[in-house]
């Protein structure tokens, strides 16, 4: 396959199979498609964990256990979002749903202890601004969830590849 040439729809894209989703409708090459989801997810992602910051932040100013609070509630709705923006618009997956959950939900299971390890004491004893240290941390979740969703969550062995 040459770089111009799209991926054909039995091909795996970081792992992951299936039939098309519609985001291939716009973009053409699985990977490009696969990379936009991402790209948007970390967005999302952030976006939600600005969001807890703030409403934590407003409900108990000054609290230093808010971070761990807010890790919490990010992870949880930045997660569930992701899932079902992989699963439904780059790749039709279908069948193993709690299972593709699971090990979706296990790729970032690392990433989500290494947050509640990292980014509180980045705020509680080197006094950084809890959104500054997960912008910077998202860095971290980004590649660790590219190569753990590659290899890992959506995986098919061939034979159960549609």
């Known amino acids: 396959m040459s770089a111009s040439e799209p991926p054909s729809p039995d091909e ?6 299936g039939p098309d989703g519609p985001l291939l409708r716009l973009i053409r090459d699985r990977r490009v498609a696969f990379l936009v989801v991402g790209a948007i ?5 952030f976006a939600w964990f600005v969001l807890f910051s ?7 100013p000054g609290a230093d256990w808010t ?15 992701a899932f079902v923006f992989y699963r439904k618009l780059v790749f039709r997956v ?3 749903l709690w299972l593709d959950f699971a090990r979706f939900q296990l790729v970032y299971l ?7 390890v990292v ?7 080197l006094g950084w601004h809890e ?10 979740i980004a590649v660790v969830s590219w190569f753990g969703h590659s290899r890992f969550s959506f995986h098919r062995r061939k034979e159960e590849a549609p």
């Open 94 to 96: 279908k069948g193993h």
């Open 12 to 17: 795996s894209v970081a792992g992951m199979s």
């Open 67 to 81: 971070v761990f609070a807010v890790i919490v509630c990010a992870q949880i709705t930045s997660t569930l979002s």
């Open 119 to 125: 980014v509180p004491p980045l705020k509680i004893w």
């Open 131 to 140: 959104i500054v240290a997960q912008f910077l941390f998202t860095f971290v």
């Open 110 to 116: 690392g990433t989500f202890l290494l947050n509640l």
């Open 41 to 45: 997810n970390t967005g999302i992602g």
């Open 54 to 60: 703030s409403l934590f932040g407003e409900w108990w």
